[in-house]
């Protein structure tokens, strides 16, 4: 089953450490295209890029300024604007904003264009697909300082919610207006992954309410608006971290593994094939051991999903 969405091409690895309730994190995104790797990295003031040589070595870092303490905590890689260049998003979590990157063919990308997510919000997580079926990639984006899941339309340069929310592409580098859907008071959004939940060929939303410890599903209608918000438990303070989908049943259906900082645990929900979810199935880490960033893949070369698990 292909499990990604617009960019099957990318390997993405990251790290992170908590600290209380605001994260200093540093994170790693590798994007393969044309049999070079290219390495974004991000850090406390902005991300680095290394050109890859196809041989196993890089160049040299090239530095692209987020701005002062703008704390960029997640990164992501695909083409924006239809040239064929990878472009670059990221998000800002201290200063409440993405920030995009349009690449040229030679690896360089210019200084970043900005969009707000409002104030206090603490945009944490970035991911892409097309959510409303006109072959353009829309972004949506985690604000850990909010409580709501919203959509933008159309042109816009600031937004005025708390909100998880997507930005519509219209394949130029540009984006449109928000429309919002809430997630409950003080669900402190921390992660968002994007998958087909339902096989019915539409885009839907799985995100972790670090703050009610539970894991949300938004159903896509595949016009860009979704279904109610439903949530599953992590168990009482478990403070969920970060989702990942995958059949790790051979059913065809996605799953959903969940990360909980706090609770030294994972948990495993089992889908339907409908949207629905089975009850979770737990795995204990080792005790302290503070779970966070998932990834899937096969490992033992068997052709079953297997799970990788970082502590922080």
Excluded at 122 to 132: A, L, R
């Amino acid at each position: 089953m292909d499990t990604s969405s617009m960019n099957a091409g990318e390997l993405s690895t990251k790290r992170s450490r908590s600290n209380s309730e605001q994260d200093n994190s540093d994170s790693i995104k590798i994007s393969v295209k044309q049999r070079k790797v290219t390495i974004d990295v991000c850090d406390e003031i902005g991300i680095d890029v290394l050109l890859g040589y196809s041989n196993g070595f890089f160049g040299t870092l090239i530095p692209y300024s987020t701005n002062y303490d703008s704390l960029p905590h997640s990164i992501r890689a695909v083409d924006f604007n239809n040239d064929s260049q990878l472009d670059i998003i990221v998000a800002n979590s201290d200063t409440d904003n993405l920030g995009i990157f349009l690449g040229y063919d030679n690896g360089s990308s210019m200084v970043q264009r900005i969009f707000s997510t409002g104030y206090q919000f603490t945009p944490y997580c970035v991911d892409v697909g097309d959510f409303n079926g006109d072959n353009r990639i829309d972004i949506v984006v985690v604000n850990y300082g909010s409580d709501t899941v919203g959509v933008l339309l159309g042109y816009g340069d600031d937004y005025s919610s708390n909100s998880l929310f997507i930005l519509f592409g219209n394949s130029d580098g540009t984006f449109g207006n928000l429309t919002v859907w809430p997630t409950g008071l003080k669900s402190r959004l921390h992660s968002a992954v994007i998958g087909d939940l339902k096989n019915d060929q539409k885009l839907d939303l799985t995100v972790t309410n670090y703050g009610l410890d539970s894991i949300g599903v938004l159903i896509g209608n595949g016009d860009g608006s979704f279904g109610n918000f439903t949530t599953y438990s992590t168990g009482f303070e478990s403070q969920s971290y970060l989702v990942a989908l995958g059949d790790f049943n051979n059913d065809q259906f996605l799953d959903i593994v969940a990360t909980n900082e706090n609770a030294d645990s994972i948990y495993i929900f089992l889908g339907y094939g409908n949207g629905r979810f089975q009850n979770a199935a737990t795995y204990l880490n080792q005790l302290l051991s503070y779970p966070s960033w998932v990834a899937i893949g096969d490992f033992s070369d068997d052709s079953i999903s297997d799970i990788i698990v970082s502590s922080s």
